[in-house]
């Protein structure tokens, strides 16, 4: 099985500021067709959780533009440009390459 | 809309079976695979399975096979995930999420997801 390992665990940002997440996979998520299957999910607090980044770097419909995603094989980023209150939550990158899909442990954002 | 109804909170004992519901609504339920998955209370993510309501194909989790059993009925727009004898390690929130094709080959991603259903099994 393929191991989703997230950091850091705790991300405490001043509104307006730049915000960083880390993800990595225990093997390389990039498919021969030369997509990266490695998405992004926040679970706002007391909501399902909500995809964000589809194949690596794909904004899923009506995501703001302040999220961005990069990366490729095994290493990964998400990255808010400008934090708002509203972005608080649990973030999970999923590997969708094969089954069992897994997550990683979640990073919480929160306001300081 | 396409939406994910899931059916009340349980609190069960340990031994106790129990079938919980994600009816589907607002678009072809025997098109779409439903993906479960579980968060333990203060805990993460965990991928329980999915099945394909077209004709109950489905894949496990290891760490879920013969723990759980996923199902459909096609006539009512329904998946339900069941236990036939539950543990207090089975306490948690389990979410139904539709499992579309995202484009690329084998790609899917989970784009609507239910509220949850919470499952405690206590003594």
Known sequence: ?112 | EVQLAQSGAEVKKPGESLKISCKASGYIFTKYWIAWVRQMPGKGLEWVGVIYPGDSEYRYSPSFQGQVTMSVRKSLNTAYLQWSSLKASDTGIYYCARHVHGGPADYYYMDVWGKGTTVIVSS
Do not use: H
């Open chain 1, 1 to 112: 099985d393929i191991v989703m390992t997230q950091s850091p665990l705790s991300l405490p940002v001043t509104p307006g500021e730049p915000a960083s997440i880390s993800c990595r996979s225990s093997q390389s998520l990039l498919n021969s067709n030369g997509y990266n299957y490695l998405d992004w999910y926040l679970q706002k607090p007391g909501q399902s959780p909500q995809v964000l980044i589809n194949l690596g770097s794909i904004r899923a419909s009506g995501v703001p533009a302040r999220f961005s995603a990069s990366g490729s094989g095994t290493d990964f980023t998400l990255k808010i440009t400008r934090v708002e209150a509203e972005d608080v939550g649990l973030y999970y990158c999923m590997q969708a390459l094969q089954t069992p899909y897994s997550f990683g442990q979640g990073t919480k954002l929160e306001i300081k």
